[in-house]
């Protein structure tokens, strides 16, 4: 059966941990005291979000994991074989050349090895959503920090280490309460997301036909790449799962950058700096990883972070906080991606809604 799988996972796990490499400091005395200090940065940062938001876990409190690059690359590719297992699966069915079929999977792995890889050396922190309820619950719903990369930077740009790391932990422990401080988050989550990989068709025509697209949206002066590689694969279903999906993480991005910075006000306060150190960082990454941040849709999330706060900001504007709670009611209550980039349609919609509900 593993034979069968469109992706060498194996390959994709050696390849990574090659790109990953191994950073000196995870070595050093230093990389000892990070777990004691997460665990503590976690906890108060779950108390200052909650008290921010008025979001408490379902879940229970947040559990912390320092690890090095080779662990996260593990935990990932375990997540990643849970979500697009049905899709390789549909996909396995198409392979009819045995031959054929391996030299793809090579290079499945190899190409997924590379973007892990490259991933690992960048990521600070990491919530993991727990996507397969049953299955090895003690290694989801976790908190990841990586150590090697939190130290790296730490040490680059003079960062103090524990206004650095409760900052870190402010945004990650934001993610995990609105998945699990909102009851029906996770579940809705899980459907798009079930979704979107369902109605991808793995015919290699479909892939064809995303090229063609993109080479139209190349010669049109468009970026091809703007919203990740999966866009180019995407049907008239798809593409509308995925701007629901869009919609979603650009309010949960902005929500969490909004959220984070109000609730470490006092806490954290070279709060400005690490964001503006970030930023920089991040927009001075040119040619291979400038590629790679296209391909893996980064660049995408990047503009989510951006759209989501000035959506969020627009719609107190108009009817302050409480207003903003009103997202967290159901559903229908979400603004679209139409409605994140013209948050007057969603203030409209939902005073609308909101007056409806009254008469219930």
Do not use: C
């Amino acid at each position: 059966m593993a034979d069968a799988d469109p992706i060498n996972w194996d390959l994709a796990a050696q390849v990574a941990g090659r790109v990953a490499g191994t950073d000196p400091l995870a070595r050093s005395y230093h990389y000892a005291s990070l777990a004691a200090d997460f665990e503590a940065a976690t906890a108060r940062a779950e108390e200052l979000v909650s008290a921010e938001t008025g979001l408490v876990s379902l879940a229970g409190p947040a559990r912390a994991r320092v690890t090095d690059r080779q662990g996260w690359v593990g935990a990932n590719i375990a997540s990643f074989q849970r979500l697009v297992g049905p899709l390789t699966k549909r996909m396995a069915e198409r392979m009819p050349i045995p031959a054929l079929a391996g030299v793809s999977r090579g290079v499945a792995g190899v190409q997924v090895g590379l973007l892990l890889g490259w991933m690992s050396t960048r990521v600070l922190g990491q919530y993991d959503l727990l996507l397969v309820e049953d299955e090895d619950a003690e290694n989801q719903d976790i908190v990841y920090y990586l150590g090697p990369n939190v130290l790296s930077i730490e040490k680059r740009y003079a960062f103090p280490p524990s206004q650095f790391r409760l900052w870190l932990a402010l945004h990650e422990v934001t993610h995990r309460a609105q998945f699990t401080g909102v009851e029906w988050m996770r579940d809705y989550f899980k459907g798009l997301v079930e979704s979107a990989m369902g109605s991808v068709d793995p015919d290699p025509r479909r892939l064809l036909e995303g090229l063609r697209r993109a080479v139209d949206q190349a010669r049109a002066g468009r970026n091809p790449l703007a919203d990740g590689l999966l866009s180019l694969l995407a049907g008239d279903e798809q593409a509308a799962v995925l701007r629901q999906i869009q919609a979603l993480m650009s309010l949960l991005e902005g929500h969490g950058d909004i959220t984070m910075d109000r609730a470490g006000a006092g806490a954290v306060p070279e709060a400005s700096r690490f964001a503006r150190v970030l930023r920089q960082r991040r927009q001075q990454s040119g040619g291979i990883s400038k590629l790679i941040q296209q391909v893996a849709g980064i660049e995408a999330k990047l503009r989510q972070y951006e759209e989501g706060e000035r959506f969020i900001e627009a719609v107190e504007a108009a009817g302050g906080r409480s207003m903003s709670d009103l997202f967290w009611k159901g559903p229908d209550w979400l603004p679209t991606l139409e409605e994140i980039r013209r948050p007057e349609g969603w203030t409209k919609r939902i005073s609308a809604l909101s007056s409806d509900s009254s008469l219930v």
